[in-house]
């Protein structure tokens, strides 16, 4: 699916989002350019859906993090659900997921009392039945998605 310089581009921005053409030409051997029109061909695949800065959340006051496993109410639309939750704006991320709950919500808040007061409003919203929440005392790592074709490149050398 990937040659080796996508391979190469892909780990780079990965790491650093903010790499430019000129570092990554000289990276890979190939021209700017070149790897202008590479870059371009994975973002229109949607290989590449963006960029973004990565804040730490404490240092912009949402010192609490917590998974919040949500199950939705029998007979009620999901897709209404789904709408809900995401226009709930402490909601990080949000997956459907097999188990006792469909919902897996990743939430971050200021304090124990704003996430308590979340709680209040998710558990109030039309379509949410049950909630359980896990509160992250600490965490040990966040890292970029894994790259599979990296783990592959290792072991052919």
């Known amino acids: 699916m990937f040659d080796a310089v996508d391979r190469k581009i892909l780990a780079r921005l990965r790491e650093e989002g903010r790499t430019t053409h000129a570092q990554l ?4 051997g ?16 949607g290989v590449i859906r963006g ?15 917590a998974f919040v496993h949500i199950a939705p109410q029998p007979r009620k639309p999901a897709h209404d659900l789904v709408e809900r939750l995401l226009g709930l704006p402490e909601v990080e991320e949000l997956h459907a997921v097999a188990g006792n709950y469909a919902y897996v919500a990743k939430v971050r808040v200021a304090t124990p009392a704003a996430l308590d007061a979340f709680l209040d409003r998710l558990f109030m919203l039309d379509g949410v039945e049950r ?3 896990v509160m992250v005392l600490r965490t040990n790592a966040e890292r970029p998605m894994f790259l599979p074709f990296l783990a592959e490149d290792e072991t052919a050398s």
């Open 25 to 28: 030409a000289k990276e890979t």
């Open 30 to 45: 190939l021209s700017a350019p070149a790897i202008g029109e590479r870059v371009r061909k994975l973002e229109q695949a």
């Open 51 to 65: 960029y973004r800065a990565v804040l730490d959340p404490e240092r912009i006051g949402l010192a609490i993090c």
């Open 131 to 133: 909630t359980e929440t």
